[in-house]
């Protein structure tokens, strides 16, 4: 059996025996017993060769064990610095070894899910060590941040905002009675919440206990408008003009606004929940995340390329007739968490997974795409 297929078969057999936090170890020998590196962690060919276990027919070398600590995070990797400690780590390589052994014997080398794992970490592996190189840039130049800083402009700016909430109802009368209601209200906040669940007409803010989102001071949105150029403020949908002026002459939390203000929905109670600070993030401040964004952008589009060129080669063919007939066996609980038995493609490889998301993969995103 292949190694690389046994040592799959140990991350599965023993994702539960490490621990919170202690991933299991993922060792991938090559026929020389070498890890991918030439020589493992610095050592030389003879070190990482000297047998420190051997369990039945299969040994486990100083090179196996200098490779699996090393593959962990700093973190993890702090905790089997001491030589009893590397002891124990040896101990888990040993156990690992052994059930192994013993899924080889039971014939879990072939089985599906075992297979699927395979296919997963060799595609894992050649990101990492072949694409990765040679396909995906590690560095974006500077003027494509600053066009992504600029095209997100109104992410990274925006004025003071006042959250606001209101409650709806259909005549002048019945808005006044409202305000001497809450006005009288030991807590106001509370006893607004209630009303606006009970009394209001408009059903999306009753189902928010009147909240209606942030609203944006008109004078500033006339302002970036007279500025002109892209960076223009706009309302949140929904919030009248009557109802933006109306609050922006509040000031603080819990205030209400002293008269029913009217629209085509109604008459509105308006109180001034909370104030939201003005935002002015530089571009040397979001430049990092900005940089992320655009390799992930890379990435995908590159990868999207890539596996269309191998598409084209390979000259797939889709049954659709015969896909429609496949059959969910559909639980009452949810469970679109679980990726049980699912081939994931993602050019987003984390340490803690490996895996890969099918839509970034190059899967196909229309009826267009079978061929």
């Known amino acids: 059996m292949p190694l690389s297929i046994k040592y799959l078969m140990i991350v599965l057999l023993l994702a539960g025996l490490w621990g919170c936090g202690n991933a299991a170890p993922e060792p991938q020998k090559n026929e020389a017993g070498k890890t991918g590196d030439d020589l493992p962690n610095g050592l030389t060919a003879e070190q990482a060769a000297k047998v420190v ?38 101990q888990k390589l040993i156990q690992i070894e052994l059930l192994s052994q013993e899924a080889m014997r039971n014939g879990l080398d072939n089985s599906p899910e075992v297979q699927r794992a395979v296919k997963q970490v060799m595609v894992r592996l050649m990101v990492k060590n072949d694409l ?20 997100d402009w109104l992410k990274y700016h925006s004025p003071a905002q006042y959250r606001v909430s209101q409650i709806v109802v259909a005549t002048e009368a019945e808005a006044r009675q409202l305000l001497t209601d809450l006005q009288s209200a030991p807590a106001i906040r509370d006893r607004f919440r209630e ?14 206990a009147g909240d209606i989102g942030y609203v944006t001071n008109p004078r500033d949105i006339a302002e970036s408008k007279k500025n002109g150029g892209d960076h223009v403020y706009q309302q949140t949908p929904g919030v009248a003009d009557a109802v933006a002026e109306a609050v922006w002459t509040l000031s603080k939390p819990n205030e209400l606004y002293p008269s029913p203000v009217q629209t085509d929905v109604g008459y509105h109670v308006l109180m001034l929940s909370s104030v939201k600070p003005a935002l002015n993030r530089s571009f040397n401040s ?62 987003d490889e984390t340490e803690e997974t ?18």
């Open 53 to 90: 276990a051997k369990v039945g027919d299969q040994t486990i070398t100083v090179g196996d064990v200098t490779e699996q600590i090393n593959r962990l995070s700093p973190y993890i990797k702090r905790r089997w610095a001491t030589p009893e400690k590397r002891r124990e780590f040896l």
């Open 132 to 151: 990765e190189n040679g396909l995906f840039p590690t560095t974006a130049d500077e003027q494509l941040l600053k066009n992504a800083y600029e095209a």
């Open 195 to 208: 009303l606006a669940k009970t009394v209001s007409i408009d059903s999306d803010s009753r189902n928010r």
């Open 286 to 347: 979001v430049k990092r995340l900005l940089e992320n964004q655009v390799l992930r952008e890379i990435k995908r589009q590159k990868m999207d390329a890539f596996v269309a060129s191998l598409r084209k080669k390979a000259k797939v063919k889709i049954y659709r007739e015969n896909l429609d007939k496949v059959k969910l066996a559909l639980s009452s609980t949810s469970d679109t968490d679980s990726a049980d038995g699912a081939l994931q493609l993602s050019t």
């Open 354 to 371: 490996g895996t890969l998301s099918a839509d970034t993969a190059g899967a196909p995103n229309s009826d267009n795409a079978d061929n």
